[in-house]
């Protein structure tokens, strides 16, 4: 079965600091990951996504993500926070064992970037 | 565009009472999805729907009843709900094509409801 899991709840920055959020994923076959961000009272908006290819991903805002195949891992990175980074952050995978219409999200974690 | 859009933001409504959400897109897609999320959890899948039809109902119970009327539109109804049903209900909406994993799915802002 397919899963993601981000072991931490809470990740606190300072603004200007790098930050991570981590995510690991377990999957048959092959991974296709994503990042999302979710502001309060707010739905989800993409930020990246690992297909194939490079293993370091850009995306939007300035976020990019290291795929890492030995460590079934998808960290997700800024080199310098924002205090309007903060959010909740959702890693997820496809499903493809229905025709990639599920996605499995992991449980969230919360970022807070303090001035 | 990649924008996907809910009405109403917001719902109040009694348990016998009947509601519908709605969600619309204009990116062509051809999959979309509803989704319950409880406060600071993940969402959940309740439907999927591709090309018109429903794919996927994830056992969910009969007081919510999904429509596709069209490739761009697509509706919960709501009747007899309960308090427990209270949540941000999300419409997202991908490409819907034979390399589903591959693809984005884009959230509309979502609809806050609350039962009483």
Partial sequence: ?115 | DTEVTQTPKHLVMGMTNKKSLKCEQHMGHRAMYWYKQKAKKPPELMFVYSYEKLSINESVPSRFSPECPNSSLLNLHLHALQPEDSALYLCASSQGEIQGVRETQYFGPGTRLLVL
């Fill in chain 1, 1 to 115: 079965a397919q899963s993601v899991a981000q072991p931490e709840d809470q990740v606190n920055v300072a603004e200007g600091n790098p930050l991570t959020v981590k995510c690991t994923y377990s999957v048959s076959g092959n991974p296709y990951l994503f990042w999302y961000v979710q502001y309060p009272n707010r739905g989800l908006q993409f930020l990246l996504k690992y297909i194939t290819g490079d293993n370091l991903v850009k995306g939007s805002y300035g976020f990019e993500a290291e795929f890492n195949k030995s460590q079934t891992s998808f960290h997700l990175k800024k080199p310098s926070a924002l205090v309007s980074d903060s959010a909740l952050y959702f890693c997820a995978v496809r499903d493809s064992n229905t025709g990639g219409f599920k996605t499995i999200f992991g449980a969230g974690t919360r970022l807070f970037v303090k001035a």
